[in-house]
């Protein structure tokens, strides 16, 4: 009598675009703004693209194995693959068992500090000598040339581009700021906002793209798939954290800074 052999169908259909629930976290209070900050989205002459932060749902079949682990799994694009995997289950399964090896992942990342610095980088000067005039000269902000800031990691970790995903998804949801590690002021962006420069004295207004300092810490961790019988899993290996700060550039910004001298600074 020949034995029965058990079989398990697996393979890669699906496709959705998705992002784990626990991406969702309650925000925290918005960060203020200083008088000091304007926007120049309508005035910037480059326009810099929308940081459309990815909203996705998991499948059911990675929900389901979201749940049978532990280890919190928050990065997009694990989410992403797991949506497009499909298992077929088989009543003639019973007693089968496979391990899947998916890779090492960066899993999740915790916020544990987010802070603004309001003058991250000078992108211009607009400046006057009016020394030798005798009523007040009014200035007000003129980009002399375009600037490209940039932020990035302050330190070098393994998928750093799934990491400053995860970072930029907390940061933006913490401060409800249009955060981008780029960002483009353009030349002869302009804001009508004037500062009075008085007689006998040189005026200098900076401008200074702001941004976010985030802080917190990568878990990262060896993925499988196990399928035992009917039943699928995930299984995390080798857990390691550490922590991580980035710099994250708040998009179409400006932060200004005015100073009336008698002699040149």
């Known amino acids: 009598m020949k034995k029965m052999i058990p079989f398990l169908v697996v393979g890669l259909f699906i496709l959705q675009l998705s992002i784990p629930n626990a991406l969702a976290a309650k925000k925290v209070e918005d960060i203020k703004v200083p008088d000091s900050v304007l926007n120049i989205t309508k005035e910037n002459t480059y326009p ?5 932060l ?26 992403r693959m797991l949506n497009e995997t499909s298992v077929n289950s088989t009543p003639f399964a019973l007693g089968y068992r496979a391990v899947i090896y998916l890779g090492h992942w960066p ?19 607009n400046y006057y000598d009016n020394r030798g005039g005798k009523a007040n000269y009014q200035i007000h902000y003129v980009q002399e040339a375009q600037k490209v800031v940039e ?6 970790v393994p998928q750093a581009d799934d990491v400053k995903k995860m970072m930029l998804l907390r940061a933006a949801e913490k401060t409800n700021l249009p955060l981008s ?27 200074y793209v702001p941004a ?10 060896e993925v499988y798939l196990m399928l035992k019988g009917n039943k699928k899993m995930i299984v995390v290996k080798n857990v390691t954290s550490q922590g991580i700060g980035a710099w994250i550039p708040i998009q179409d910004y400006i932060s200004f800074q005015f100073i009336a001298s008698d002699k040149p600074v």
């Not at 899993?107 to 000067?125: D, F, G, R």
């Not at 932020?151 to 070098?156: D, V």
């Not at 302009?190 to 900076?206: E, F, M, S, T």
């Not at 976010?212 to 961790?221: C, F, H, L």
């Open 181 to 207: 590690f780029q960002t483009v002021v353009g030349a002869g962006t302009k804001k009508g906002h004037v500062y009075n420069i008085a007689p006998k004295r040189l005026g200098y207004l900076y401008g």
């Open 151 to 156: 932020g990035g990691l302050t330190a070098k």
């Open 48 to 52: 810099n693209p929308t940081q459309n």
């Open 212 to 221: 976010v300092n985030e802080k917190g810490k990568v878990t990262y961790g």
């Open 54 to 79: 990815p909203t996705l749902q998991p499948s059911e079949l990675t929900s389901d194995l979201i749940a049978t682990t532990k280890v919190k799994i928050e990065n997009p694009n694990l989410i």
């Open 107 to 125: 899993l999740n990342y915790e916020s544990t500090e987010t802070a603004p610095n309001w003058e991250y980088q000078k992108v211009n000067t």
